[in-house]
């Protein structure tokens, strides 16, 4: 039988005596090397990078082929202005999914050119934002345009918590009487003044109220303090309701579990 070259390669990295001792406790317990145990890390994350880009692709196409199943389910004969593309609400929606990409800031990311059209919001989204994703003070995700790869929006969240004693009764009254309540807070919230008007702001701010659904951490509601009127028509406009004695406090409940 011919023998398969077995080839490898070096690789070099640097690593901070902290996470060294953890990944060498991991390896000890998994009775590899470290140089094992780092290689097949690296190795399952790769797949799972890569599984996820493809995961995502699927579902923009599995998506096309819904709408145009709704359009023209089998055996029915849709007219052509049905099926002319772009001409539908679903080509607008699929357009919007099909073309942005929602995911959590890297350090790759180019946010050097980014702007809404707030000065405050861009200085910290391009000068900030990194850092404080680093420090675990707030995590940051951003609109990337599938075609360019250019970032045309961002929000921010983070882990807080209210006074319950801020609560309008209605919502209250639905919660058990802790001093606090949890809640994840949306910081900030932008989109690239080249991309205004096109639905990304809404489809950033559902993503925000899906991530914080999701969490395993227990989080009663969105909240946000909105910077200006403007801002604040926004919010209301997509459910929030004013809460607390802060001018421009505004909080949105989350569905409930089960
Ligand atoms: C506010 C902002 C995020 C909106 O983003 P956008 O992508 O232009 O808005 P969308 O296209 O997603 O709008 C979605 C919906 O919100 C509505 N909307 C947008 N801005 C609004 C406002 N200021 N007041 C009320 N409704 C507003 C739209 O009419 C649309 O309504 P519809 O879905 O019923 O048709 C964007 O203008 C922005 O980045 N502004 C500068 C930064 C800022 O003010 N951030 C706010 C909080 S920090």
Redesign the pocket.
């Known amino acids: 039988m011919p023998q398969q070259a077995s080839r490898t390669a070096r690789i070099e990295a640097r690593i901070a005596p902290g996470a060294l001792l953890l990944v060498k406790r991991a390896a000890e317990l998994q009775g590899r090397s470290i140089s094992d145990f780092v290689v097949a890390a690296a190795q399952e994350v790769a797949h799972r990078t890569i599984d996820e880009a493809q995961m995502i692709r699927l579902s923009v196409q599995d998506q096309r082929r819904f709408v145009e199943l709704l359009l023209k389910p089998p055996g029915s004969c849709a007219g052509p202005e049905a099926r002319q593309e772009g001409s539908s609400p679903f080509d607008r929606i699929l357009q919007m999914t099909g073309s942005f990409l929602i995911e959590p800031l890297r350090s790759n990311h180019d946010r050097t050119d980014f702007t ?3 000065d405050a ?1 861009d200085r910290y989204f391009r000068e900030q934002a990194g850092q404080d994703v680093r420090r675990r003070a707030t995590a940051c995700f951003v609109a990337l345009e599938m075609a360019s790869d250019r970032i045309a ?1 961002f929000y921010t969240l983070a882990a807080g918590g209210v006074l319950l004693a801020q609560m309008s009764v209605r919502l209250a009254k639905r919660l058990p009487r802790y001093p606090t309540v949890p809640v994840a807070r949306l910081g ?4 690239a003044l080249a ?9 950033l701010l559902w993503d925000a109220i899906e991530r914080a659904s999701r969490s395993e951490v227990a989080v009663y509601a969105l909240v946000v303090d ?3 009127e ?2 604040e ?2 919010y209301l ?2 459910g929030f309701v004013a809460f607390g004695d802060t001018s421009r406090s505004l909080i949105l409940p989350l569905p409930k579990r089960m």
């Open positions: 809404c059209g707030v919001l929006g900030r919230l932008a989109v991309y205004h008007g096109r639905k990304l702001g809404g489809s909105a910077k200006d403007q801002a028509s926004f406009h997509h």
